[in-house]
């Protein structure tokens, strides 16, 4: 495979492809420099490095046709699978999770290449996926639940909530009928309903069987599979959530409702989270003038928690042109997933934006206290070299299908 580089090559890229993440890049090396003043050890120049690989592998990747990429997809799906394996038994821990394996003094994170390789293999069997019956989605479902699985139990809750959300929003694009998005989710809902209002399982239960009676075959057995999944559901998540769950994953879950509940303990990052973005108010104290940042009241506030430092440094105004700059580069990733060659193309192009919108949108609520601390980065920001080296490959791949779709209209 021979790769050549021109300027004539680069010149019909997506320029926000690379300007939106280039941008986050170094306005989060400012801010992880803040979080560090009173450091010995300073990450800042690490991230801008990292970044550097990541573009320069970015644009390696956009001269790839991803259609050659498919005979690597099963050695490079066992080979990450076998890696989530090793984090298991060879792993390196860190803050309560074994998720990293050291090679060569190097810390590396599977699960995050993990994500990556699984689109790639969904975009692959979903290319020609019908959905006549539910039956047909073993193998989409197959190929994410092991490695979900794997996270799961590494634990980290935030990397296997991504898995899921580009497995049914990959399915959607696909043509997975929406009835069958809202029966998969069902189970989620019916979760919650059961720890805030028990009542409504009345009704949400039968709904969603009257859902299944009309879009499913075999309707009445598929309108009694519903109902009675959802019910056993129901009676076991009390169960679940005191076994399966360990204590520091549940008071994530609940604490973001009423953090004051333990200020000093699963609560405290959320209070001075928004303590710290409030302190901002509508242009901030200045780049690298943040008080609390400063004083370090958010421990690891560099990775998880960098959106924080953004809201107390830059303010109202800050965190509006970076949730911009974020929704920008998905509009422009949609754009190209509608305009794909292939519809292999379209469907890895849409998982890549599904996974950097999900972790955008779930790791802003959990700074903000809309939703609860899941651990998830923030794309391009969070300080972390495997996700970001993923997402600028991510990225990459993205550059590959618009630069192939670009060469198809001009012929």
Request: proline share 4%.
């Amino acid at each position: 495979m021979r790769t050549r580089f021109s300027g004539k090559q680069f010149k019909d890229f997506n320029s926000v492809l690379l300007i939106a993440p280039i941008s986050l890049v170094v306005l989060s090396s400012v801010l992880i420099a803040s979080t560090q003043r009173q450091l010995a050890f300073v990450a800042w120049y690490q991230h801008l490095i990292t970044a550097g690989v990541g573009i320069l592998l970015a644009l390696i990747i956009s001269q790839i046709h991803l259609a050659r990429l498919r005979y690597l997809l099963l050695p490079l799906y066992t080979l990450s699978i076998l890696s989530l394996i090793a984090v298991r038994f060879l792993g390196v821990s860190a803050l309560g999770a074994q998720r990293w394996l050291s090679i060569g003094g190097v810390n590396i994170q599977p699960s995050e290449i993990a994500k990556l390789i699984v689109i790639l293999v969904l975009a692959s069997i979903l290319e020609r996926q019908k959905f006549h019956t539910p039956k047909q989605l073993w193998k989409p479902f197959g190929v994410i639940a092991i490695p979900w699985f794997l996270v799961f139990i590494q634990p980290d809750l935030g990397t296997s909530l991504v898995f899921g959300a580009v497995l049914l929003v990959m399915l959607f694009w696909a043509g997975m009928p929406l009835e069958w998005l809202l029966l998969f989710l069902s189970g989620i809902f019916t979760a919650i309903l059961v720890g805030i209002w028990n009542f409504g399982l009345f009704l949400w239960i039968p709904i969603m069987g009257f859902l299944a009676y009309r879009s499913l075959p075999k309707k009445y057995f598929s309108a009694f599979f519903t109902v009675s999944s959802l019910t056993v559901i129901a009676w076991v998540t009390p169960w679940l959530w005191m076994n399966a769950l360990k204590d520091y994953q549940r008071d994530r879950l609940i604490l973001f409702l009423n953090p004051a509940q333990d200020p000093l303990g699963g609560g405290y990052h959320l209070i001075q989270s928004t303590i710290g973005i409030g302190s901002g108010g509508l242009f901030g104290t200045g780049l690298l003038q943040g008080q609390l940042t400063k004083l370090r009241f958010i421990p690891e506030q560099h990775t998880d928690f960098i959106f924080s430092a953004l809201g107390e440094e830059t303010g109202f105004i800050g965190t509006m042109f970076v949730s911009g700059v974020f929704f920008l580069l998905i509009f422009s990733l949609l754009k190209i997933a509608r305009n794909a060659y292939t519809r292999f193309e379209s469907l890895v192009v849409i998982g890549v934006a599904t996974m950097i919108m999900f972790q955008m949108v779930i790791n802003i609520f959990m700074t903000i206290g809309l939703g609860p601390i899941t651990g998830i980065p923030l794309p391009f920001m969070s300080y972390g070299r495997t996700a970001l080296l993923v997402s600028f490959m991510a990225l990459g791949l993205c550059l590959s299908v618009e630069r192939r779709s670009r060469s198809f209209n001009k012929n």
